[in-house]
T-cell receptor, first 118, second 112 residues
Framework: GAVVSQHPSRVICKSGTSVKIECRSLDFQATTMFWYRQFPKKSLMLMATSNEGSKATYEQGVEKDKFLINHASLTLSTLTVTSAHPEDSSFYIC??????????????FGSGTQLSVL | AQKITQTQPGMFVQEKEAVTLDCTYDTSDQSYGLFWYKQPSSGEMIFLIYQGSYDEQNATEGRYSLNFQKARKSANLVISASQLGDSAMYFCAIKDDYKLSFGAGTTVTVRA
């Protein structure tokens, strides 16, 4: 089945530094990927929709200058948390849509990244 | 806007018994898709089952079945013959323009 690889799985960084998270579709093309944020025992909240070759679409309340998204190829989207602060600590998870799939095909998820900002 | 409601924050179930997880939704779309995902403690999201709004039959996938009541806008997940490995968080989701909107989730703990 389709696989989405997300790296790193866990990252600890100092406050003020930037962290890049990669989301890669391994055996399918994904013109659209999604980035979610999840707090412990809570739901997944959509942060932004990543579109290959164009600007990402951010959900209301998400700072686009804080969470930089780049989708430069059909198989890779990156999320960069810039100038990270402790309140950015969270679980980030990406999902990808198979470009060739039908409208109601399931989305494939990465395994998530646990970010801890000290 | 679409909305998913899962009213059960946590449930305990005895091994080998069945458990029903509630999910209601709100949408003005005529055509939509409903999904259930399982999230174990490791964090990955595992797809379980899908129901299309025009599907007349309830979806089934192995031990998972979906009790779809369109008029009531509910899509409850039934897990039969629970196993210890079923302990996880379960999310109901509705698809809107390829994006998934998730409910708050239900934590299921299977007891031996």
């Amino acid at each position: 089945g389709a696989v989405v690889s997300q790296h790193p799985s866990r990252v600890i960084c100092k406050s003020g530094t930037s962290v890049k998270i990669e989301c890669r579709s391994l055996d399918f093309q994904a013109t659209t990927m999604f980035w979610y944020r999840q707090f412990p025992k809570k739901s997944l909240m959509l942060m932004a929709t990543s579109n290959e070759g164009s600007k990402a679409t951010y959900e209301q309340g998400v700072e686009k200058d804080k969470f930089l998204i780049n989708h430069a190829s059909l198989t890779l989207s990156t999320l960069t948390v810039t100038s990270a602060h402790p309140e950015d600590s969270s679980f980030y998870i990406c999902s990808a849509r198979d470009t060739l799939a039908g409208a109601n095909e399931k989305l494939f998820f990465g395994s998530g990244t646990q970010l801890s900002v000290l | 806007a679409q909305k998913i409601t899962q009213t059960q924050p946590g449930m305990f179930v005895q091994e080998k018994e069945a458990v029903t997880l509630d999910c209601t939704y709100d949408t003005s779309d005529q055509s939509y898709g409903l999904f259930w995902y399982k999230q174990p403690s490791s964090g990955e999201m595992i797809f379980l089952i899908y129901q299309g709004s025009y599907d007349e039959q309830n979806a089934t996938e192995g031990r998972y079945s979906l009790n779809f009541q369109k008029a009531r806008k509910s899509a409850n997940l039934v897990i039969s013959a629970s196993q210890l490995g079923d302990s996880a968080m379960y999310f109901c989701a509705i698809k809107d323009d390829y994006k998934l909107s998730f409910g708050a989730g239900t934590t299921v703990t299977v007891r031996a």
